[in-house]
């Protein structure tokens, strides 16, 4: 069974500081990888995903992630934050044609003025 | 827009009452899912429906039920609500065809049981 586990649950950046929010999985077999914004008082909003292929990729609002097999590793980088980046962003895995998801506990980003 | 919709967005329950937590999407999706979201402890699967017509349990289903009515719907139920099930609930959809895998959520009900 997949597990996945977000290191900090509360992560404080200032605005136009690197941003970098850690998410390591467990899987026995090749994971799809996905990363969730929730903005307060809504649904969760994916971000970008890896399913197969670059293993570098580029979602929305400037956001990207690396899928690391050998560190077991899906961390969510941002060059520069922004002041609308203040949310919860939970990572995600699903093991290769699996639907179903298992989810972070997720981590609150708050940006510094 | 097309998406999926959650009603109501807010209820609070006595210990005991019923009720029963309606979504529905317009993306024809075969795939739907109920989850529950707690603090520190991210979202939790309670439910899903793989098709119409079939339905499994998921992380966390004691206390409820739920119904794929059509392929648009899929209803989840608290036949008799506790304090424990406080919380804010999110459905979701997808369709897993190769390379579109990821959900679609609704914005949630937030219900407080008292």
């Known amino acids: 069974a997949q597990s996945v586990t977000q290191l900090g649950s509360h992560v404080s950046v200032s605005e136009g500081a690197l941003v970098l929010l850690r998410c390591n999985y467990s899987?026995?077999?090749?994971?799809?990888l996905f990363w969730y914004v929730q903005y307060p008082n809504q649904g969760l909003q994916l971000l970008l995903k890896?399913?197969?292929?670059?293993?570098l990729v580029k979602g929305i609002n400037g956001f990207e992630a690396e899928f690391k097999k050998s560190e077991t590793s899906f961390h969510l980088t941002k060059p520069s934050a922004h002041m609308s980046d203040a949310a919860e962003y939970f990572c995600?895995?699903?093991?290769?044609?699996?639907?179903?998801?298992?989810f972070g506990t997720g981590t609150r980003l708050t940006i510094i003025p | 827009n097309a998406g999926v919709t959650q009603t109501p967005k807010f209820q609070v329950l006595k210990t005991g009452q019923s009720m029963t937590l309606q979504c529905a999407q317009d993306?024809?999706?075969?795939?739907m899912y109920w989850y529950r979201q707690d603090p520190g402890m991210g979202l939790r699967l309670i439910y899903y429906?793989?098709?119409?017509?079939?339905?499994d349990k998921g992380e966390v289903p004691n206390g409820y039920n739920v119904s794929r009515l059509n392929k648009r719907e899929f209803s989840l139920r608290l036949e008799s609500a506790a304090p424990s099930q406080t919380s804010v609930y999110f459905c979701?959809?997808?369709?897993?065809?190769?390379?579109?895998?990821?959900?679609?959520f609704g914005s949630g009900t937030r219900l407080t049981v008292v």
């Open positions: 979701a959809s997808t369709e897993p065809v190769a390379g579109n895998y990821g959900y679609t």
């Open positions: 899987s026995s077999v090749p994971p799809y």
């Open positions: 890896y399913t197969t292929g670059a293993t």
């Open positions: 995600a895995v699903s093991d290769a044609g699996d639907e179903k998801l298992t």
């Open positions: 993306m024809n999706h075969n795939s």
């Open positions: 429906s793989a098709s119409e017509g079939t339905t």
